[in-house]
């Protein structure tokens, strides 16, 4: 359902406080609606509706789920826009000092004739530089999104913002024994699966070898399903991809043990083969999907398989994407606690702890954990370009030019939107947890309500459930990481629900793809010049340095992860380029 709305002067007349549309999907739909007097039955919206009608935007935060809303108040001309708490249903609009345009649909909202595609250059910028974040701001100018868990109020003279539901940190420990974290992460784990399973006959689940994956999967198994279809990505010759003691490259061999214990799932590989090569994004794609992607050297991979899985007919398909965030945290935020509380010998035993865990030295660990968090973040970008990191800076690797980052004064509209281009040694995590599941998790709020649409299937991730998530702030930083073993809670939670080889997996799965196979570097090198003939470009990107990558593009660009991160971000380039020219086309 597509919702939009010119001036409200014009659109409400004669209908006093209307509701112009919305969408929702309600878990607690039934409980809520015997709250406010609905008949049962009654559409989710309208559930919605009574809600705030009775208690005002207090009220949306008993709502769980997924919605966007908008109310008109023709008494106070007042326009009232908002949506749910998590990653669930988009809302944008537009305004001016007469009217404004709203839709749930972002192409629908760029349709309207009176809504100019223009850019905005220093979100553009931004994302070429790695902040994929933002809140509320979208590439367009002038176009706004609503934030999640975020009453948004327009009138002819103004626009506020209103947070609405806040996690709740408790002041106190919730128990005293361990396993009542474990039994109680379970039981939100399983209510979190049954609510995504609502009205949800047919699914499919993209899955891994992963803890997140097993969470998810063994929680459907045990629920008597005859057949889960799982799709996963491999490589195409079994055990290639890296082999580490940080990382391994094939989910084979994990689904395989998973399938062992539990017959009902059934996976489907999936390879690069089996995804080709693409073309470049051509104005067709952008009109149906109006916005850049993110990593679209690694995005490519993905399109075939979303098409795979629409075509066999699903129409909801699970994931489990929130999970580092909420049940497999890895307790990053430990050591800094324990400095805080002052715990100097606690904080020297959990270093050792983890750097045993992860073959390190406690110094290491210290410094990753405790020290670099405290400097300052000139010290923090000069220590990185010393060490190597691979951390977001505007300057590492970027493809826009250092003078457009200074002024478009990036650097500053990151900190006051409250973005931190270095998270792995932020001090605050739940602060950042929060932010990363609810407030940007990497432009989920735009591109995954317009993929689905594309596709035609609803995304949904029981490991983003809001319940669970509330709880996860809530476990001890200790249960994350007990005795050194990183994401202990999920172990924890898992075992005996999921094989061994999950379980006791310190490395990480990384799901080795070549992305390179559908580039063409002389193409790459034809849109270089056409980038260096165009004004905007040519003033936002770094032409002769993106030159010279084309010319001189590697025999295997992928020999090594600094090289292939680096031709990625050119990839990327020239791909934001093309969606420069196609939004140009659209104002001619």
Not at 27 to 34: D, I, R, S, V
Request: with cysteine; net charge neutral; aromatic share 8%.
């Amino acid at each position: 359902m597509v919702d939009t709305g010119p001036a409200p002067a014009e659109a409400s007349a004669g209908r006093p406080n209307c509701i112009h549309g919305g969408r929702a999907f309600l878990h607690n739909g039934e409980e809520m609606a015997g709250r406010v007097g609905v008949p049962a039955g009654a559409p989710p919206i309208a559930i919605v509706d009574a809600v705030f009608a009775m208690r005002g935007p207090a009220g949306l935060a008993d709502l769980r789920g997924t919605f966007s809303f908008v109310h008109w108040d023709e008494s106070g001309r007042r326009l009232t826009l908002t949506r749910d708490c998590g990653r669930g249903e988009a809302l944008h609009f537009f305004r001016t000092p007469d009217f404004v345009v709203f839709a749930t649909h972002l192409p629908d909202l760029l349709a309207h004739p009176d809504v100019p595609r223009e850019l905005d250059e220093a979100v553009l910028a931004g994302q070429a530089a790695g902040n994929v974040h933002q809140r509320q701001r979208t590439i367009y100018r002038g176009i706004e999104r609503v934030p999640s868990r975020t009453v948004v109020t327009v009138t002819r003279e103004t626009i506020a913002h209103r947070i609405y539901w806040q996690p709740v940190i408790a002041a106190t420990a919730l128990y005293s024994r361990d396993e009542d974290y474990v039994e109680r992460a379970r039981e939100l784990l399983d209510r979190a699966v049954d609510r995504v399973l609502k009205g949800a006959p047919k699914f499919a689940v993209l899955a891994s070898g992963g803890l997140d994956s097993a969470a998810v999967l063994s929680t459907l198994a045990r629920r008597g399903i005859p057949i889960i279809p799982c799709y996963t990505l491999v490589p195409e010759q079994p055990g290639a991809g890296p082999s580490a003691s940080f990382a391994y490259g094939d989910e084979r061999p994990k689904t395989e043990a998973l399938a062992a214990m539990y017959p009902a799932l059934q996976f489907h590989y999936w390879t690069a083969a089996d995804s080709r090569a693409h073309a470049p994004p051509d104005e067709d794609d952008f009109e149906r999907w109006p916005l850049p992607q993110f990593n679209i050297s690694r995005a490519r991979l993905n399109y075939p398989l979303f098409r795979a899985i629409s075509d066999a007919g699903y129409p909801v398909v699970l994931t489990g994407t929130a999970g580092n965030l909420s049940l497999s945290w890895a307790g990053d935020d430990l050591l800094a606690q324990l400095l805080g509380r002052g715990s100097i010998l606690e904080l020297w035993r959990a270093a050792r702890a983890s750097a045993r865990y992860r073959s390190s030295s406690t110094l290491r660990v210290l410094a990753h954990s405790v020290f670099l968090p405290l400097l300052p973040d000139a010290a923090k970008e000069l220590l990185v370009r010393l060490i190597g990191e691979g951390a977001r800076l505007i300057d590492a690797r970027s493809p826009i030019r250092p003078e457009i980052a200074r002024e478009l004064r990036l650097r500053e509209q990151w900190q006051e939107d409250g973005y931190d281009p270095l998270p792995r040694w932020n001090r605050r995590a739940a602060a950042f947890r929060i932010a990363r599941m609810i407030d940007r998790p990497y432009m989920m709020h735009d591109q995954g309500p317009v993929l689905d649409a594309i596709y035609g299937f609803d995304r949904r991730d029981p490991l983003a459930d809001r319940d669970l998530f509330e709880f996860c702030l809530n476990v001890p930083a200790r249960l994350y990481r007990r005795d050194g073993v990183e994401r202990w809670l999920a172990r924890a939670v898992l075992a005996g629900r999921a094989p061994p080889e999950i379980v006791g997996e310190r490395r990480r799965g990384q799901q080795h793809i070549p992305w390179s196979a559908g580039v063409a570097p002389p193409a790459i090198a034809e849109e270089v010049e056409r980038m260096d003939r165009s004004l905007l470009a040519s003033r936002l990107f770094d032409v002769p340095r993106l030159r010279r990558m084309a010319s001189d593009w590697p025999d295997d660009v992928e020999t090594d992860e600094t090289t292939s991160r680096s031709y990625m971000a050119l990839d990327q380039a020239m791909y934001l380029f093309r969606f420069m020219r196609w939004v140009g086309r659209g104002n001619a």
